[in-house]
């Protein structure tokens, strides 16, 4: 099922702000990407800082460390039910980061916040992020499990003792945990002896400024493997009217081969803008 507007977890993710698909992807999948990231995993170092947290790791550029990131980024349900959500802004949805987190015994919970906060624009006409945590290991409780504010979406959260109780997203590989960009979140605490690993996939809107420098982690000799819908999401492409273009042209010329090293320039705007503009031009020309 692919059509996020008839999908049972677009209601909920709206009412409640964030909701946990089970059985998204394949566990032999998520499991083969978890074996891919071994030995990023372990020569990542610690974070420093209270927000990343002094006993987590993290890195990003998935999608040139395994195949198997592919996966999640095109997750057919998540990625409509992302372009329904985040639509209504956008002309396009992006990809906004493909990193992976582990978080290790004795890290303290991570402090409760909101991702869209990374974007200075007014807050609550319109979401920002889609963000999906997808858990490489089993998550619980009591090593770290996301920590989700049902509702906060919809609140204005100025002080941490306006938050309810949260809910500890317990659920396995293969699982997806959803939440919106406006939901209160952060990761638990691991009071265990072991490592709780995940891959957190966002998607943002097109013409905000991503969270993980997509052109530096997938550069053109990387994207060219790219399948095309993943390329586009990975930045190769723009976003009307012009924005995101090379030397004015869309980006994805740069995913073929014998770019000319003056392209020419060329529109790239809206509908509505490309008939105002013509009739505009068109009267000029006339005065000639």
């Not at 049902?150 to 939440?179: K, M, N, S, W, Y």
């Not at 995101?244 to 529109?267: H, K, M, W």
Request: include cysteine; hydrophobic fraction near 40%; charged fraction near 20%.
């Amino acid at each position: 099922m692919t059509d996020a507007a008839h999908s049972p977890w677009l209601g909920q993710i709206r009412q409640d702000g964030y909701c946990i698909i089970p059985d998204a992807l394949p566990r032999a999948s998520v499991e083969a990407l978890d074996a891919d990231l071994a030995e990023a995993f372990a020569e990542a170092p610690f974070g420093s800082g209270d927000f990343y947290g002094f006993r987590t790791k993290r890195f990003g550029s998935l999608l040139r460390r395994s195949r198997w990131a592919a996966d999640l980024v095109l997750q057919p349900v998540i990625l409509a039910m992302a372009r329904e959500i985040l639509g209504d802004a956008c002309e396009r949805i992006q990809l906004n980061v493909a990193q992976a987190i582990a978080i290790h015994p004795g890290e303290i919970a991570q402090f409760p916040h909101c991702d869209h906060d990374m974007w200075a624009g007014e807050k609550g006409a319109h979401e920002y992020l889609l963000n999906v945590m997808w858990p490489l290991t089993e998550f619980t409780a009591a090593n770290g499990a996301t920590r989700i504010y049902p509702g906060t979406h919809r609140q204005t959260v100025e002080a941490l003792d306006q938050l309810g109780a949260p809910i500890a997203a317990e659920c396995q590989p293969g699982d997806a945990i959803c939440f919106l960009g406006s939901t209160v979140h952060g990761a638990g605490p691991n009071q265990t002896h072991d490592v709780r690993r995940a891959a957190v996939i966002g998607y943002s809107l097109g013409w905000l400024k991503p969270y993980e420098n997509l052109w530096l982690a997938y550069p053109p000799e990387v994207a060219r493997g790219f399948p095309a819908e993943l390329a586009e999401l990975a930045g190769y492409c723009q976003h009307r009217p012009n924005l995101g273009n090379y030397e004015g042209q869309c980006p994805s010329i740069l995913l073929r081969d014998g770019v000319s090293e003056f392209p020419q320039a060329t529109d790239a705007l809206r509908d509505d803008q490309k008939a105002a503009v013509r009739e505009f031009a068109e009267a000029q020309r006339g005065k000639r």
